[in-house]
């Protein structure tokens, strides 16, 4: 029998990569705001783990079994690792996407290609019976000069993957669950749990 994860996420975008990366495992994925009336995980946290485990340990409470939280943010060298730890709330807690874009679009303004790297950071916490344990990945790449594509979500449209020369939002899920941050994250995580004796609560 496959085993059953409950990932704490709220953001649908995130929920569909995720059962994209981990495809190729024998797990079922469900969403844990699905299973169990959570209180929305606010991420008080001052690191991208402890935020992590702050949604792992929300959903291990209220579920139990093997629950996975994920904190994720975008880091910005010329703007000192903004917006990082607040790339949910940056440019407002109610901006799109498009807005968060453009405004980082216009912070850099003045900035060359050459010298607008920045990373994607991930960091997922699993949470079960057993203990707990965290995993990260890291994207490095640059900020685009103006949006391009039409897939995936977030900042996408404007980090730009060097050896492609294209944004993830142009490269689309096969290249980008491929290489992204969540991707060595999450696979990190299934390595892991294939390499335990896990086993669905009875
Ligand atoms: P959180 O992990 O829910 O705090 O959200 C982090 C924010 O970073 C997301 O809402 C996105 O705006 C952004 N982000 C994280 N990962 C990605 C990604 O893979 N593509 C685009 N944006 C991302």
Partial sequence: MSLTLYLVTQNQGKLQEV????????????????????TPVEETGQTYAENALLKAQAGFEALGGIVLGE????????LEGAPGLYSA???????SAQG??????????EVPSG?????FVCVVALVWEGGKKLFQGICEGEISLEPRGTEGFGYDPIFILPPFGKTLAELGPTVKNRLSHRAQAFKKCADYIC????RNPS
Wanted: hydrophobic content about 35%; cysteine-free; charged content about 35%.
């Fill in 195 to 198: 390499s335990q004796e896990f």
């Fill in 115 to 119: 010298r607008r790297s920045a990373r």
């Fill in 19 to 38: 059962r994209e990366i981990l495809s190729p495992y024998r797990f079922k994925l469900e969403s844990a705001y699905r299973q169990s009336r959570i």
């Fill in 71 to 78: 904190d994720s943010g975008l880091e910005i060298d010329v």
């Fill in 89 to 95: 709330r940056f440019a407002g807690e109610l901006a």
């Fill in 100 to 109: 968060k874009n453009a405004r980082i679009l216009e912070l850099l303004q």
